[in-house]
């Protein structure tokens, strides 16, 4: 699998962790999506084990409560609790953006296609990756003061240690942000 990748801060947060069609600049992202199952699971499933955590999502704006719910659970039953409300507000906002701007139609009708919502952990990172059929990059805007809409994405970078996305070829894109991971956690 190729990916075209795109990152918001290149820092040194993804230091160490390489992929092979990454080059020298792999991030936390080509990390995780290794690690977690690659078969979609269906809307409303999900898998977690001690290291990654897998949800099956609708395009319907109740995923976006369903992805801040099973990411709060799965932090505190990992022992990353302190980290829940910057990354459940992350989450929020990636599947957010997926319900919105990725949704699939043929024929006029929704298509069979879901959202693929992971998370992937070791001792030093927390990924989060929201999956979804469009091929379209995610935009950041800079909306005008009284926007009602528009922030989600400078949300995700001041919340989260970087973030970006990557286009997964024949497959659509993933939107990752990445989290590090407090010592006293690890």
């Known amino acids: 699998m190729n990916a075209h990748s795109a990152y918001s801060r290149p820092d040194d947060l993804f230091t160490g962790l390489t992929h092979p069609s990454a080059g020298s600049h792999a991030h936390a992202a080509?990390?995780?999506r290794r690690r977690l199952p690659t078969t979609p699971l269906p809307i409303g499933h999900h898998v977690v084990d001690t290291a990654t955590a897998q949800h099956g999502l609708g395009f319907h704006p109740a995923s976006a409560k369903v992805a801040r719910d099973f990411t709060?659970?799965?932090?505190?039953?990992?022992?990353l609790a302190t980290m829940a409300?910057?990354?459940r507000l992350v989450v929020s906002?990636?599947?957010?953006?997926?319900?919105r701007h990725a949704v699939p139609t043929v024929g006029g009708r929704l298509s069979e296609w879901?959202?693929?919502?992971?998370m992937a952990r070791d001792d030093a990172h927390l990924t989060?990756?929201?999956f979804d059929p469009s091929r379209q990059p995610p935009v950041r805007n800079h909306p005008a003061q009284y926007?009602?809409?528009g922030r989600g994405l400078p949300l995700v970078d001041s919340f989260?240690?970087?973030w970006g996305w990557d286009i997964l070829e024949g497959q659509g894109k993933v939107v990752w942000a990445a989290f590090a991971v407090p010592e006293s956690a690890a």
């Open 93 to 99: 906002e990636l599947v957010t953006n997926a319900c």
């Open 85 to 87: 409300p910057d990354a």
């Open 114 to 118: 879901s959202i693929q919502f992971g």
């Open 128 to 130: 989060c990756m929201v």
């Open 160 to 162: 989260s240690a970087g």
């Open 30 to 32: 080509d990390h995780g």
């Open 147 to 149: 926007a009602e809409g």
């Open 72 to 79: 709060g659970t799965v932090l505190r039953d990992w022992g």
